[in-house]
């Protein structure tokens, strides 16, 4: 059984929106952080946003403004919506969650137990 499944994925121009869903289950949805990374051939995988205990957000500098990570605790689902998307957005999104931080630490620097498939997000100019 996979732990968590993406969804929402797809081809939009630059400028245009996605919704990315993250279904998790109620083994796989807590209140640690959780969130969305990205990553492109070549790249390391890089975080983009996270949400951990009752809504505390982090972003990445490049997105902030543009994206926006919230949760449905009542369906154990997590969602980035992606606004004013450019070319450089293009990456496969996974979404990560059960990720344990050291005190002092936000959620980029967390160790995360379970991971999504990854869903592609494709921006052309």
């Known amino acids: 059984q996979v732990p968590l499944v993406e969804s929402g994925g797809g081809s939009v121009q630059a400028g245009g929106s996605l919704r990315l869903s993250c279904a998790a289950s109620e083994y796989t949805y807590n209140k640690q952080c959780m969130g969305w990374f990205r990553q492109t051939p070549g790249k390391e995988r890089e975080g983009v946003a996270f949400v951990v205990g009752d809504g505390i957000t982090n972003y990445l500098e490049s997105v902030k403004g543009r994206f926006t990570i919230s949760q449905d605790n009542a369906k154990n689902t997590l969602y980035l919506q992606m606004n004013d998307l450019k070319p450089e957005d293009t990456a496969m999104y996974y979404c990560?969650?059960?990720?344990?931080?050291?005190?002092?630490?936000?959620?980029?620097?967390?160790?995360?137990?379970?991971w999504g498939q990854g869903t592609q997000v494709t921006v052309s100019s």
């Open positions: 990560a969650t059960d990720g344990i931080r050291r005190a002092g630490d936000n959620c980029f620097k967390a160790d995360f137990g379970y």
